[in-house]
């Protein structure tokens, strides 16, 4: 499926003021972008046609991918003064960029790349700043199976802030943490059919008007996923993700988990052969000695 990514805000709250600021997508994660790491984790799932909606700093953006260095994140071998890539991370990518208004709303974003989806019945859009390890696949099936005009994953509120109950007399009856409370929030990972453009106005949002009209209807379906699920508003909380990434703590780098796994299976499997040849070799030369010797009584 399509994959819409929504990257042309302003992302205020990431800003430092300065003109070179690049838009809040563009913000680092280890050695590449968030929006880099949206898409890998698409990508991962076999979804690597992207659209992305364009709108400030999209030359930021466009220049990240014109000028794309594979060796960034890929192992290479330097040979005769040539670069062999021992793996790609966007060789199979189609990306589409659309300008869509520097101040649109992301409902209008969406509407401006509607002809882009080629009447797909079913596509996948994303705020492209938000990672997660939710189940992908899991996500999509539980969609196809109905028929809901969209999908939203839904987590719950994050934060350390506490709920406080209170009664009339002005007493607390309990304290618990917000994230434990049975409230969701948007998580921003949505499937989303053509049904969803009926409820969309012009210059209006993608939640607050045609998920909002998709709820009255009964047609908006909900994804809970409390899982690992980190959204990146503000510097602190991307400084958080580029420390944890450094450290090797990365849960939604799905794809490297699966190496580390193939990589494991194929250790276990060469260990295995050599151990088997060992003790076949060990067996050999046991069953010959032993035959020799008694070869030799015999005689």
């Given at each position: 499926?399509?994959?819409?990514?929504?990257?042309?805000?302003?992302?205020?709250?990431?800003?430092?003021?300065?003109?070179?600021?690049?838009?809040?997508?563009?913000?680092?994660?280890?050695?590449?972008?968030?929006?880099?790491?949206?898409?890998?984790?698409?990508?991962?799932?076999?979804?690597?046609?992207?659209?992305?909606?364009?709108?400030?700093?999209?030359?930021?953006?466009?220049?990240?991918?014109?000028?794309?260095?594979?060796?960034?994140?890929?192992?290479?071998?330097?040979?005769?003064?040539?670069?062999?890539?021992?793996?790609?991370?966007?060789?199979?990518?189609?990306?589409?960029?659309?300008?869509?208004?520097?101040?649109?709303?992301?409902?209008?974003?969406?509407?401006?790349?509607?002809?882009?989806?080629?009447?797909?019945?079913?596509?996948?859009?994303?705020?492209?700043?938000?990672?997660?390890?939710?189940?992908?696949?899991?996500?999509?099936?539980?969609?196809?199976?109905?028929?809901?005009?969209?999908?939203?994953?839904?987590?719950?509120?994050?934060?350390?802030?506490?709920?406080?109950?209170?009664?009339?007399?002005?007493?607390?009856?309990?304290?618990?943490?917000?994230?434990?409370?049975?409230?969701?929030?948007?998580?921003?990972?949505?499937v989303l059919r053509q049904e969803v453009f009926d409820h969309l106005p012009e210059n209006g949002d993608l939640v607050g008007d045609?998920?909002?009209?998709?709820?009255?209807?009964?047609?908006?379906?909900?994804?809970?996923?409390?899982?690992?699920?980190?959204?990146t508003d503000t510097v602190k909380e991307r400084v958080a993700l580029d420390e944890a990434y450094s450290r090797g703590d990365r849960?939604?780098?799905?794809?490297?988990?699966?190496?580390?796994?193939?990589?494991?299976?194929?250790?276990?499997?060469?260990?295995?052969?050599?151990?088997?040849?060992?003790?076949?070799?060990?067996?050999?030369?046991?069953?010959?000695?032993?035959?020799?010797?008694?070869?030799?009584?015999?005689?």
């Amino acid at each position: 499926m399509k994959v819409v990514l929504f990257c042309g805000g302003y992302g205020t709250r990431m800003r430092t003021g300065t003109p070179g600021d690049v838009p809040k997508p563009m913000q680092l994660v280890g050695p590449r972008p968030l929006i880099w790491h949206v898409m890998r984790y698409y990508a991962h799932f076999g979804h690597t046609d992207f659209i992305l909606c364009l709108g400030y700093g999209a030359h930021h953006i466009k220049d990240f991918f014109l000028n794309y260095q594979e060796t960034t994140s890929n192992d290479f071998v330097l040979r005769d003064g040539g670069v062999e890539l021992l793996s790609t991370d966007i060789s199979d990518w189609t990306v589409t960029f659309v300008q869509t208004g520097i101040e649109s709303p992301i409902g209008e974003r969406l509407r401006r790349v509607r002809e882009y989806l080629d009447g797909d019945e079913m596509f996948l859009a994303n705020y492209a700043d938000v990672l997660t390890d939710a189940p992908l696949p899991e996500i999509v099936n539980r969609f196809a199976d109905s028929d809901a005009g969209a999908s939203m994953m839904v987590v719950p509120p994050p934060g350390t802030f506490h709920c406080i109950d209170v009664g009339d007399d002005g007493m607390v009856a309990s304290i618990a943490p917000v994230s434990e409370m049975p409230l969701w929030v948007n998580g921003g990972y949505f499937v989303l059919r053509q049904e969803v453009f009926d409820h969309l106005p012009e210059n209006g949002d993608l939640v607050g008007d045609a998920c909002v009209e998709l709820a009255k209807r009964g047609r908006l379906l909900a994804y809970p996923h409390r899982g690992y699920w980190r959204p990146t508003d503000t510097v602190k909380e991307r400084v958080a993700l580029d420390e944890a990434y450094s450290r090797g703590d990365r849960p939604w780098a799905l794809w490297e988990q699966d190496v580390a796994r193939s990589n494991g299976a194929a250790t276990h499997d060469v260990t295995s052969e050599s151990a088997a040849s060992n003790g076949a070799a060990v067996y050999g030369a046991t069953h010959g000695a032993v035959a020799a010797q008694a070869l030799a009584r015999h005689v």
